[in-house]
């Protein structure tokens, strides 16, 4: 089981910028492709980005195209979510995870890291 760390979420106003961070030290975690969730109080767990193993392909949910940017440091054992232009239905726990890419389909393998609380204030 991947054990994963989340970090960087905070209070910031609509408009504003947070650059969440996710750690592993898994020696294997260049070999996942990884993914970003988001889940908000009485809302089931989303699907928000999602990144190849190789960091060449990216993938985003509809609501945060354009806004938001995933990246990897396989070196650091990071992957990385800055989050611009930030709204307040942005707000939620969010949670990074490794998982599979198939056709570019995100499916996780069901390990979770604690989660990191943005909240967008209008």
């Known amino acids: 089981q991947v054990q994963l760390v989340e970090s960087g979420g905070g209070l910031v106003q609509a408009g504003g910028s947070l650059r969440l961070s996710c750690a592993t030290s898994?020696?294997?975690?260049?070999?996942?492709?990884m993914g970003w969730f988001r889940q908000a109080p009485g809302q089931e767990r989303e699907f928000v980005s999602a990144?190849?193993?190789?960091?060449?392909?990216?993938y985003y949910a509809d609501s945060v195209k354009g806004r938001f940017t995933i990246s990897r440091d396989n070196a650091k054992n990071t992957v990385s979510l800055q989050m611009n232009s930030l709204k307040p239905e942005d707000t939620a726990v969010y949670y990074c995870t490794a998982g599979s890419l198939v056709a570019g389909r995100f499916s996780d393998f069901g390990s979770w890291g604690q989660g990191t609380q943005v909240t967008v204030s209008s």
């Open positions: 898994e020696r294997t975690f260049s070999h996942y492709p």
């Open positions: 990144i190849s193993w190789s960091g060449d392909s990216t």
